[in-house]
């Protein structure tokens, strides 16, 4: 299957930071997903992008559909103890195929 | 309403015994989808149900069985696990149409135990 690769792996950061992570793909992929997860919970979409050169928004998070279709970047601007999880991204190449995932990225926010 | 509703939240079972992993949405979705979570690692694709048939069957072992009874519901049939089989099995589904963007909706899991 294709491989996404997200970094960093980790993160450990003060409250108040902005926070930046990336995932890239030897792969074009024409829809990026971005996820956060709890330990034993699903993962809550957060944010979905269709366009090459998009920039979308949700509250302190924005993320961006790369110019090159391979890549996809998500940043959380004055991070909170709340913001601590693991971010997955996901990539479809095209509708009806399957998502492939990244390898996660852990946020820990200290207070 | 975006919500994928699984049972049972958590699920202990022998290696003998036979269980129902339940799913359900009321998005009028026509894709639903089987994933295994291990710890701190990516969810990994076991099945895929397109407008209630199988599309794909990652090469799962057949003590795995899925059922799609509608649009709406899909099991997953389990038997005869082994220790290994440990983890959270995770739904989700999307609307599986060309003319609108994707966006892939995840239950809150199944937390399983084999022991």
């Known amino acids: 299957g294709q491989q996404l690769n997200q970094s960093p792996q980790s993160m450990f950061i003060q409250e108040g930071e902005d926070v930046s992570m990336n995932c890239t793909s030897s792969s074009i992929f024409n829809t990026w997903l971005w996820y956060k997860q709890d330990p034993g919970e699903g993962p809550v979409l957060l944010i979905a992008l269709y366009k090459a050169g998009e920039l979308t928004s949700n509250g302190r998070l924005t993320a961006q559909f790369g110019i090159t279709r391979k890549d996809s970047f998500l940043n959380i601007s004055a991070s909170i103890p709340s913001d601590v999880g693991i971010y997955f991204c996901?990539?479809?190449?095209?509708?009806?195929?399957?998502?492939?995932f990244g390898t996660g990225t852990s946020l820990t926010v200290i207070p | 309403d975006t919500e994928v509703t699984q049972t049972p939240k958590h699920l202990v079972m022998g290696m003998t015994n036979k269980k129902s992993l339940k799913c359900e949405q009321h998005?009028?979705?026509?894709?639903m989808y089987w994933y295994k979570q291990k710890a701190k690692k990516p969810p990994e694709l076991m099945f895929v149900?397109?407008?209630?048939?199988?599309?794909i069957n990652e090469s799962v072992p057949s003590r795995f069985s899925p059922e799609c009874p509608n649009s709406s519901l899909l099991n997953l049939h389990l038997h005869a696990l082994q220790p290994e089989d440990s983890a959270l099995y995770l739904c989700?589904?999307?609307?599986?149409?060309?003319?609108?963007?994707?966006?892939?909706?995840f239950g809150s899991g199944t937390q399983l135990s084999v022991l």
């Open positions: 996901a990539g479809q190449q095209n509708t009806g195929n399957q998502f492939y």
């Open positions: 998005m009028g979705h026509r894709a």
């Open positions: 989700a589904s999307s609307q599986d149409r060309a003319d609108t963007g994707e966006k892939l909706f």
């Open positions: 149900y397109s407008y209630e048939k199988l599309s």
